[in-house]
C-alpha cells in the first residue's frame, strides 16, 4: 500500500533514504547513518515531537545565541543533509557563523560539507584552513578556526561527541547541544540541552529569532531562569509519561 505523501512515516523514510544517499556521495559518515538510527530510536520515545520542555530550551537557546559577541553554529555531516538550508536561515537570521568540524575528519569531506552548506545559500562557511586546536582533544577533532570556534562565546553543536563538547565547556563556551539521547555525556554536559530532533528543534528556533531579537529584557530573563538540570529531569518525565500512556 502507497504511504499518503504527507504522512510522517513517508518523512521518515525519505529522510533515511537521502542519508543513505548523501553517506554515498562522501557527505555523511558510515557511523553518522548509525547515530542517525540512534537518534530515531529515541525519537520515539518522545512521541516524535517537540516536547514542551524542549521547547523552552529552544527559546533559552536563541536568548545566549543572540547575546552572543561570537555566535557559532558547528555544522557536521548528519546536520548538513538533515537541515542545511534551515541552518543556513538561522545562521542568517540570527546572526551567527557557520563552522564544518567533523568528527571522521578528512579535508575531502570538509570540502564536501562545506560546498553542501554553500549550494543550500551559505555565503561564509568555515572551517576548510583550521588554523587553530581546541585544547583537550588530541585526534584531528581538535581542529577549528580562530574566527569560529575557537574565539566563539557561544557554540550551537547539534549531534556533537562527548569528548568535544566537553572540551568546549572546559573553553569556557556556553555551549548548546542539539540531541535525541538526554542520558548522551553531550547533553549531560551542555550549557542548554535541547532533546529535540535537530530539523524540528532549529525551525523552532527560527520562530523565536523575530520576537527575541529587539528584546534585550526578555533574552536576559529567559538565561535567568533556565535550569539545564531540571530541564533534563522534566524530559526524562516526559518520556516516562509518553511510555505510560502508550500501554494502558
Ligand atoms: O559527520 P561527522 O564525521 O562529524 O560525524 C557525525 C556523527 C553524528 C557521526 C558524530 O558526531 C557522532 O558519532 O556523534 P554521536 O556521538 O553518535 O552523537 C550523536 C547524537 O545525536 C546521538 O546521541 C544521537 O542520539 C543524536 N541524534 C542522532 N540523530 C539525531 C540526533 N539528535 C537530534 N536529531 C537527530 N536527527
Known sequence: MEIPKDHPRRKSLETRERLAELSREGIVSITGLIAHGRGEAFDYLLGEKTVKEAAVAEEVAVA????????????????????????????????????????????????????????AGATHVLGRKPDARLE??????????????????????PLEDGDRAEALVRAGKVVIAIDLNPLSRTSRTATISI??????????????????????????????????????REIARAICRYLDSQFQ
Not at 583537550?136 to 553543536?157: F, K
Not at 528543534?201 to 527575541?212: C, D, E, R, T
Open 64 to 119: 545566549y545565541l543572540l547575546e552572543a559577541k561570537n555566535p557559532v553554529i558547528s555544522v557536521n555531516g548528519n546536520v548538513a543533509a538533515l537541515c542545511a538550508q534551515e541552518i543556513v536561515r538561522l545562521a542568517k537570521s540570527l546572526p551567527a557563523k557557520i563552522e564544518v568540524n567533523l568528527f571522521h575528519r578528512s579535508n575531502e569531506r570538509v570540502e564536501k560539507v562545506c560546498a553542501y552548506l554553500e549550494r
Open 195 to 232: 532533546v529535540d530532533e535537530v530539523t524540528r528543534a532549529i525551525s523552532n528556533m527560527q520562530q523565536f529569532v523575530p520576537k527575541l531579537k529587539d528584546n534585550q529584557l526578555a533574552r536576559k530573563e529567559l538565561i535567568l531562569n533556565f535550569d539545564n538540570k531540571r530541564n533534563l
Open 136 to 157: 583537550g582533544i588530541s585526534s584531528d577533532r581538535a581542529l577549528c578556526t580562530r574566527e569560529g570556534i575557537y574565539t566563539a562565546d557561544v557554540v550551537l553543536v
